[in-house]
């Protein structure tokens, strides 16, 4: 998948960067999201939750960990300059909207995933 959305990028101009945030970010995360939504409907939440804190947790620091072991990764300015704050924004508004009234409802999830579409907006703009 990798192999081929870094083809994709280059085929029609698109950054490497633009490709990974989207297409790759998206494809990886689909396993999430259905598992997310399978509990969801079987009332399971705290397992939806645990798995999305979980992987996020595991793939910034197993995933990298582990990888940079392998090989050395370089991190582009973007990241340093742009993406990081979105990160550390996002996680700071999830945090109130867990602790007020301790649930994620439709409005909550609409706001995160409208600012989830604002970045999207950003990084391809």
Request: aromatic letters at 12%; proline letters at 2%.
């Amino acid at each position: 998948m990798v192999d081929g959305s870094i083809q994709i990028a280059s085929n029609f101009g698109v950054s490497e960067h633009v490709i990974g945030v989207t297409i790759v970010a998206f494809g990886t995360s689909v396993p999430e999201l259905i598992t997310s939504i399978m509990v969801a409907i079987k009332k399971e939440t705290d397992i939806s939750v645990g798995n999305l804190i979980g992987s996020n947790i595991f793939n910034i620091l197993g995933v990298l960990g582990i990888t940079s072991l392998v090989r050395e990764i370089p991190v582009s300015m973007q990241v340093i300059t742009n993406d990081i704050y979105w990160v550390l924004g996002i996680s700071f508004l999830i945090f109130p909207l867990m602790i007020i009234g301790y649930k994620i409802n439709r409005i909550r999830g609409f706001i995160l995933f409208t600012a989830y579409c604002i970045y999207i907006y950003f990084v391809v703009s």
